[in-house]
């Protein structure tokens, strides 16, 4: 079985070493770009995706890139708690949560997938046009080339770019002093506007912090789908100047980012099909979803695994899509609402002014069974990933 896999991301690299693991032999990945550079700023792994590339043996050398995700905190414009939770370990899983830069995780993985496949089973420079391969034919075309997705366009033609919300992220890195547990994701945030940050790296007695600004923006969008066009952080701090908290000074990391992105915030509509023939979507391609909740790239190491999974075991794409697509597309819905980020919006409506009681606000109750349902809708509920069989193909 000849299988090509359309873009060397993430998601098409998890793919390869997914369908090699499960015993495909023919497996090659084309990339249109000519060099694959560690592009991007940071992004997260969550527990269920730690699992995946545990089990196709990645487990030290992705511990070597990233640090260990010690909590999830959520707090008002004026840095007062809402919300912490553990993460992790520390919240009872088997697999740890890691925070990475996503170039350093692109370039481990195709490091692999050389190793492991041989240099010429990914392809620079070669580009897929909807389901034609510039390098001849196949028995499967796997789509993993992102939001802007040639495959996708060819099963959907005339969909067009990708829908708007009205919001842009700033998104970038920066030097600073561990904060909190110094392994934190924090998320402040009123009704228009939001601040995230988390460490991607330690350097001494300092970290990379990987930073999202957000807030709403006039006009149209430009270049959508484009997550590498530079930004200007003087602009930024025009909206955020005055974060600051006592565990985090928002303004001085901005104003000390080493590099800064602009990006509106974009998704996909969910489709009513991944497949047709010999055709198949995954990751940005199929199921692209607001940066909410951390589960981009987790969503696409998961579709390649059980893809290869399916196609191990004689379902095939058919029961890929049917186990995978109504989850993602309540995923995508869900991201639509804030998924779990809508208690800074309800601490927001409830208390505009601030509080000092958040129980008073939103009561406890309330707030654990927001972060539960996401977590069930997005597939890792501890309970439920620590007992669920696994996803690697005995051969």
Sequence with gaps: MRIVIAGAGIGGLAAA????????????????????????????????????LTELGLADR???????????AYF?????????????????????????????????LLDEVRARLGRDAVRTGSRVTGATVEAGGHDLLIGADGINSAVRAHLFPGEGPPPWNGLVLWRGTSYGRPYLTGRSMIMAGDGEQKFVAYPIRREGD?????WIAERPMTGDARDRGDWNRPADPAEILRHFGDWRFDW???????????????????DRDPLPRWSAGDVTLLGDAAHAMYPIGSNGASQAILDARYLALCLAGGGGIDAYEEARRPPLT????????LGPEIV????????PGGFTDIDQVIPHAERAAIAASYKRTAGFDPKVLNERESWSVTR
């Design 17 to 52: 070493l997914s369908l090699h693991a499960a015993g495909f032999g023919d497996v090659t990945v084309h990339e249109s770009a000519e060099a694959i550079r560690p592009l991007g700023v940071g992004i997260n792994l969550l527990p269920h995706a730690v699992r995946e």
């Design 344 to 351: 800074m919006k309800l601490a927001h409506e409830r208390a």
């Design 206 to 210: 300092r970290v990379v912090i990987n």
């Design 76 to 108: 008002n414009r004026y840095g007062t708690a809402i919300w912490s939770e553990p993460r992790g370990r520390g919240a009872g899983y088997r697999w740890p949560q890691y925070s990475v830069h996503r170039g350093e995780l692109q370039m481990l």
């Design 330 to 337: 309540a995923l995508q819905l869900a991201n639509r609402q």
């Design 248 to 266: 985090l000074d928002v303004p001085g990391i901005i104003a000390s980012a080493e590099t800064a992105y602009e990006y509106p915030m974009v």
């Design 62 to 72: 992705l511990a070597a890139i990233g640090i260990e995700t010690a909590e999830l």
